[in-house]
């Protein structure tokens, strides 16, 4: 609805930012703007199914490099670059206990 | 608040998942693996030593010989990534705290693992085993559990070290 989406965070590679149980809202129609650095999408990727992630750097040629919130993550070269029909959406809102 | 709705709502409705995946299962760590990989190295040596003792190779044995060294290499190349996960995922400040010399045994792994996946040794991938099983000591004494050491009960019948878990 209104290219919005809810999702539920699983496993506990963008800890503390997103813990794992919490919610989050999605936007896809922000993807009109340009991705950048530091901003957490929600990505469809070949290898690891629907993950979230946080841009680590968009390279020269538009491809998208994310990483993990510490370092149980798979890593930047493990996660590989994915282009931006990858991506489902923007994470616009976390919704978490609030004491984690 | 919105977080005890939504979680009422997805325990009724269940919402879709975005995973936030770890490179392995999130403080699932044990040196087994990189022990196993150090006793594959010294396997495939005495497989090795077994085929150049012939006179000449024919041609399957010759297959078998490369095989034989990618199976060393590959393996060599495992105790250094399974220690390096350890090292740089498990090891932190209390652990380096209590046991001071893990950054030069890691490092010490690290050319040890170089040096026997560079030759044909069986004292050298030996002696990575040794040092493997002194950080295996370490990583379970961390952990609070007991070690004994045993003779792996399989080629190439080497002591490993291993946790007491009963």
């Known amino acids: 609805m209104f290219g919005l989406k809810l999702l539920k ?4 590679s963008m800890q503390p930012v997103l813990p794992a149980g919490c919610f989050i809202l999605v936007a896809k129609w922000l993807l009109i703007f340009p991705v950048k650095s530091k901003q957490r999408l929600v990505i469809n990727h070949p290898k690891y199914g629907v993950i979230v992630k946080t841009v680590a750097i968009v390279d020269k040629n538009d491809l998208i490099w994310s990483r993990g919130e510490n370092n149980g993550s798979l890593s930047i070269d493990q996660l590989g670059p994915v282009n931006k029909a990858q991506i489902v ?6 919704f978490k206990l609030k004491n984690i | 608040m919105i977080f005890e709705i939504l979680n009422k709502i997805d325990a009724k409705y269940p919402f879709e998942h975005a995973g ?6 999130c403080k699932i760590y044990d040196p087994i693996t990189a022990q196993l990989a150090v006793l594959t190295m010294i396997r495939m040596v005495d497989l090795i030593n077994e085929l150049t003792a012939k006179e000449s190779l024919t041609t399957e044995e010759q297959a078998t010989f490369l095989r034989l060294v990618n199976e060393k290499e590959a393996h060599g190349n495992k105790v250094k990534q399974e220690i390096q996960i350890i090292w740089g995922d498990y090891i932190k400040q209390p652990q380096l705290a209590s046991h001071q010399n893990l950054h030069s045994l890691t490092h010490n792994i690290m050319l040890a693992a170089s040096y026997a996946k560079q030759y044909i040794n069986r004292e050298a991938t030996v002696e990575l085993l040794d040092k493997v099983n002194q ?3 370490i990583f379970w004494e961390t952990k609070g559990v007991d070690v004994y050491r045993a003779t792996c009960p399989y080629p190439p019948a080497e002591s490993l070290v291993y946790p007491v878990l009963k």
């Open chain 1, 89 to 94: 959406g923007r994470v616009i809102g976390v």
């Open chain 2, 20 to 25: 936030a995946h770890c490179d392995i299962p």
């Open chain 1, 9 to 12: 965070v699983t496993g506990e």
């Open chain 2, 135 to 137: 950080f295996a000591q």
